[in-house]
Antibody, heavy 119, light 106 residues
Framework: QVQLQESGPGVVKPSETLSLTCSVS????????WSWVRQPPGKGLEWIGY???????DSNPSLNSRVTVLVDTSKNQFSLRLNSVTAADTAIYYC?????????????WGRGTMVAVSS | IQLTQSPSSLSASVGDRVTITCRAS??????LAWYQQTPGKAPKLLIY???TSLSGVPSRFSGSGSGTDFTLTISSLQPEDFATYYC?????????FGQGTKVEIK
């Protein structure tokens, strides 16, 4: 059974860097693409960025180049860094697996972790 | 690519037939997914591509459409179906979602 678990600080100060890790169990991180998605309280879903084990990565231009997505194959984990955060970055952050078939819909999700940007 | 869902919310009764639409700002072929999200939970993939339900998804859920206009239909609403539904396009990056449709109990 494939499981994803997000971890990281629940509070980040404005202008600092948000750092989260997604630990993958039940599947090899080298076999799939992986994404981060966020959801501000009471609002909709926003795709943040993806990574492949080779290091291929892309992120949402709406985040103005503040995003870095990294992979650690030795730990079967991938991570998110979002710098220069503001209150607008307060959200539940999810990690998700891209389905192997087709264009990679997100078939497995973590439970999500709430991150608040606050001084 | 912008996705516009309608309605934003609806009230329905158990047993009702419910239809949610998703319109893309440009042709996305059949590269559209539907997700269900219940309060406090992560989204769950229901349908991808536009008209193919995933294994284990109840048969009352169906999807249709191609190009720019898509539909998610729940043929007979069940208590566990009260949730928010999102469409997502997988035609190009950045991946985008519709704003969501909340299905509430009448």
């Amino acid at each position: 059974q494939v499981q994803l678990q997000e971890s990281g600080p629940g509070v980040v100060k404005p202008s600092e860097t948000l750092s989260l890790t997604c630990s993958v169990s039940g599947a090899s991180i080298s076999s799939y693409f992986w994404s981060w998605v966020r959801q501000p309280p009471g609002k909709g879903l926003e795709w943040i960025g993806y990574i492949y084990h080779t290091g291929i990565t892309d992120s949402n231009p709406s985040l103005n180049s503040r995003v870095t997505v990294l992979v650690d194959t030795s730990k079967n984990q991938f991570s998110l860094r979002l710098n220069s955060v503001t209150a607008a970055d307060t959200a539940i952050y999810y990690c998700a697996r891209h389905r192997a078939e087709g264009r990679g819909a997100f078939d497995i999700w973590g439970r999500g972790t709430m991150v608040a940007v606050s001084s | 690519i912008q996705l516009t869902q309608s309605p934003s919310s609806l009230s329905a009764s158990v047993g009702d037939r419910v239809t949610i639409t998703c319109r893309a700002s440009q042709d996305i072929n059949s590269y559209l997914a539907w997700y269900q999200q219940t309060p406090g939970k992560a989204p769950k993939l229901l349908i991808y591509p536009a008209s193919t339900s995933l294994s284990g998804v109840p048969s009352r859920f169906s999807g249709s459409g191609s190009g720019t206009d898509f539909t998610l239909t729940i043929s007979s609403l069940q208590p566990e179906d009260f949730a928010t539904y999102y469409c997502q396009q997988l035609s190009s990056y950045p991946r985008t979602f519709g704003q969501g449709t909340k299905v509430e109990i009448k």
